[in-house]
């Protein structure tokens, strides 16, 4: 089925485990990149909260928002 604007509705989705994708945004892990960025440490953060949202864990989603928002403050993603 496409969307409105003409596209297939696609679901990105973690293929690493939650802890290891939570580090990786919390700055506390590179996950191997020899270049890891802050833009690339945001969107693993989007997506790690992504993830608790659509398993319908709140709490945990929560907690994961605002220790990212105090890791990154005024960033775009969170």
Same mark, same amino acid.
């Given at each position: 089925?496409?969307?409105?604007l ?5 679901? *990105?989705?973690?293929?690493?485990p939650?802890a290891d ?14 270049r ?11 997506? $790690?909260?992504?993830?608790l ?10 907690? $994961? ?10 960033? *775009?993603? *969170?």
């Amino acid at each position: 089925m496409e969307s409105l604007l003409g596209q297939r509705p696609e679901r *990105f989705r973690l293929t690493i485990p939650l802890a290891d994708a939570f580090a990786f945004a919390m700055g506390w892990s590179d996950l191997g990149y020899a270049r890891a960025n802050d833009e690339m440490r945001c969107i693993m953060g989007l997506l $790690v909260i992504d993830s608790l949202e659509y398993s319908e864990q709140w709490r945990a989603s929560a907690q $994961v928002r605002e220790r990212l928002l105090r890791k990154w403050p005024g960033r *775009f993603c *969170f």
